[in-house]
């Protein structure tokens, strides 16, 4: 069964960047799927960051993507998340989790995800 | 305020029935599976219901989930105290080309 582990600082200084790995293991994300950035801010629901395929190709929520970056490295088997230029509204637990697939659609929810790693921005 | 909503609380006695709504539009529901997460304090969301209305295993049959044009619920019978948590829908929307969460609802076991 496919594990993914979210890692990098819990503390964040305001106007820096965020920088966060998800690794994965039990699965070759050059295997294929989608892999997604979930962030839930305390208290709040659960606000979905973007995603990025095997070819590199990312997609970002639109309220967000002035500021994310998501990359992979197939040879650690990575997932990355960067986000620039953060604010105490930035302060949230982040997760990284696995889209489903069904008849070859990647148009599906997420079925397996990391534990979250949570990221305070304080100076 | 996010394109799909849920109410963000419900509640209901032990061994009642209860049912969580999510409301979006032809962009999302109305086209796509909608999935549903269980989430303790602290803990990640668990996937509870895929596709529409498909356990994984180890949930109870007790728990399930229907869709309607653009809506859908998720159902929970025979109601536990375990069952207390929030859920959270989600759903590709085609407009965004992404998916989307609704609010999220905190259940209260009475």
């Known amino acids: 069964q496919v594990q993914l582990a979210e890692s990098g600082p819990g503390l964040v200084k305001p106007s820096e960047t965020l920088s966060l790995s998800c690794t994965v293991s039990n699965y070759f994300i050059s295997d294929g799927f989608y892999w997604g950035w979930i962030r839930q801010p305390p208290g709040k629901g659960l606000e979905y960051i973007g995603y990025i395929y095997r070819t590199g190709d990312p997609y970002y929520s639109p309220s967000l993507r002035s500021r994310v970056t998501i990359s992979l490295d197939m040879s650690k088997n990575q997932i990355f998340l960067s986000l620039t230029s953060v604010t105490a509204a930035d302060t949230a637990v982040y997760y990284c989790a696995r889209h489903a697939t069904y008849l070859g659609s990647y148009k599906q929810g997420l079925d397996s995800w990391g534990h979250g790693t949570l990221v305070t921005v304080s100076s | 305020q996010s394109v799909v909503t849920q109410p963000p609380s419900a509640s209901g006695a032990p061994g009642q029935r209860v049912t969580i709504s999510c409301s979006g539009s032809?962009?999302?529901?109305?086209?796509?599976?909608v999935y549903w997460y269980q989430q303790f304090p602290g803990t990640a969301p668990k996937l509870l219901i895929y596709?529409?209305?498909q356990r994984p295993s180890g949930v109870p049959d007790r728990i399930s989930g229907s869709k309607s044009g653009t809506s859908a619920s998720l159902a929970i019978s025979g109601l536990r105290s375990e069952d207390e948590a929030d859920y959270h829908c989600?759903?590709?929307?085609?407009?965004?080309?992404?998916?989307?969460f609704g609010g999220g609802t905190k259940l209260t076991v009475l």
């Open positions: 596709r529409n209305d």
């Open positions: 032809s962009s999302n529901i109305g086209s796509n599976y």
């Open positions: 989600a759903v590709w929307d085609d407009r965004l080309s992404g998916p989307v």
